[in-house]
């Protein structure tokens, strides 16, 4: 099934500087009893953004409006635990197309290529400078270019490179779908079955 | 030939393709799935039309969204029981074998699926958990994977993978009395934090290693996880065969010595390489607990809590929330402080060895009045030995109410809530903010200190309750 190309992504951002942010932070195991993909936006952070009383917890700051966009500048280790691939849908359900950190939980990664949510690996230096950036001046924009694997601070001009796995940055480009492709190789799996079984 | 890991082993002979500067195509012997990570991957199978493509290599259980009591009622929540019938419909649609709710063979899947006899040595396994690492100590590629990837699976036994880095990781010595499995895997966590093993596949190694049972085996690849690596494994040995030999029944193997004697050229040649090797030594590891809010948080049971998280200097702001969030203070000891509740269970500790260990110290005495416990076992046939060993009798004695078998407060999607504010000492895997329900506070542990908890009802040294002999 052809899925949607990723473009250039222009966008102001919003900050998250915590370390270790787990999927259980991302989305509560209370909330995955769901059997659908859509709809977990409204739960994302939830324990963050609401207070026990149910009201908003407007010292978070995904509920102060100052900040918004498509771009979520997280902290170091991102994603870890479980693994979930309800965290990411809930990220990409409430608008964000990309998470820029220092470092991602692997399973985490993997989830959030296979669902369309870029995952940004900048070095701990140029994360610092641009949480700061962004937190300093709410209308801060980044320009994503994944073609040129680019990172652009529009308001300093400065451009970063990322590393993607090249598979999976074509993937993301035209659009592909990682099942079409191995659905395509069944008779290849097949005959690797037959091998397989002679092995042992 | 080039010295092999036994990761690499097993990793390179279910490669069905390599694709250039991409992952691997890795063929997949055994697949588990649960409920609540499987719904939305037969959703895509519907939406494309196709079929399972090999449902014998699929086992389904219901674990993680099942109350622990009253099982043979209805689910009272209607998600819950919706997500539960959901895996029923599919199962039964797609012709895979299901070990449901009531099933006499239900239980969490990583309880299961060894004590079964499905985990096998050499086998790739994954599911859409992240503790499938759990299986690794059988010596198995074992992993945990994303919905999308659990329909990859479901659609053609294999999954898109980059290949991880190689970690060695040797515990040599003996243990002290009193310090366990579970003591060894936190020590390791703990030196080298929530993320000091992403990117790699870890094999346990050394003395210490090999002297423990599976079931202690396991406790230590489960939390492989929670270092950030994508799995753990240990090289199958006599321990392990002898493991299987005992078992009733191994699905599809009719002569186990045949399959032995293949097993036993798996492990690691002796000039392997690894892209990263630690050593630590077993008597040095004391009984452990948590004190923050990840895996990596964690200390020896009497230390202090430390200053800050960075050396010689100023904490993090990450810390000084997640210390907040516990009550704690830098630099606080912990012994003599309050516990409100004790979980024994999960994947990580809800085995017959943990029960029995649990049972070591509660046998003759009492609950103290201030701990609520869930003992949780970790599936039928644990629940079944509980009843067999005399132990449902020796909890029963000291006050303890005894679950059916599920994940419960591990993660808390069903009503075994810790309250907010609460203390739990928990034999679990994670102590993250929120994981046992909103504001509660988790404080991991071995069975061993969380039975001296449940007795004392506040932080206790376990060393202080067993003797010399025990360890």
Known sequence: MAKVKYDILE????????????????????????????GF??????????????????????????YGGKVLVAGKNFGSGSSREHAVWAIFDYGFRAVISSFFADIFMNNALNNGLLPIVINDDHLQKLQDLVLKDPSTKVKIDLEKQTLKI???????????????KECLLKGLDDIDYLLSMKSLITSFEKTKSLEI | MKPKTLFDKIWDSHVVRSIADGPDVLYIDRHYIHEVTSPQAFNGLKERGIPVFRPAKTLATAD?????????????????????????????KYGIELFGLNHSKNGIVHVIGPE????????TIVCGDSHTSTHGAFGTIAFGVGTTEVEMVLATQCILQPKPKKMKITVNGNLHKGVTSKDIIMHIISEISASGATGYFVEYCGSAIKSLSMEAR???CNMSIEMGARGGLIAPDEITFEYLRELPSIPGIDNINVSISDWKKLGSDPEAIFDRELEFKADSIKPMITYGTNPGMGMAIDGSIPLSDVKNGKASVSFIKSLDYMGFKPGMKLLGHQVDYVFIGSCTNGRIEDFRAFAQIIKGRKKAANVTALIVPGSKKVEEQLASEGLLETFKNAGFEVRQPGCSSCLA?????????KYAVSTSNRNFEGRQGPGARTLLASPLTAAAAAITGVITDPRNYISEKIS
């Open chain 2, 413 to 421: 999607m069903n009503d075994d809530k810790i309250p907010a504010g």
């Open chain 2, 218 to 220: 396991m406790t230590i």
């Open chain 2, 116 to 123: 079964l006899g499905y985990t096998l040595p050499g086998m």
């Open chain 1, 154 to 168: 529009i308001p300093t001009g400065d451009s970063v490179r990322f590393e993607i796995n090249p598979y999976k």
């Open chain 1, 41 to 66: 936006g409204d739960n994302l952070f939830r324990d963050w953004r609401y207070k026990k009383t149910g009201e908003k917890n407007n010292e978070f700051i995904l509920n102060n409006s100052k």
């Open chain 1, 11 to 38: 966008s102001t951002c919003v900050p998250l500087p915590l370390e270790n942010v787990d999927t259980d932070q991302i989305i509560p195991a209370r909330f995955l009893s769901a059997t659908s993909r859509e």
């Open chain 2, 64 to 92: 993680h969204n099942i109350p622990t009591k009253d099982q043979h009622l209805q689910i009272r929540d209607e998600l819950s029981r919706n997500q539960v019938e959901k895996l029923n419909e599919n199962c039964l």
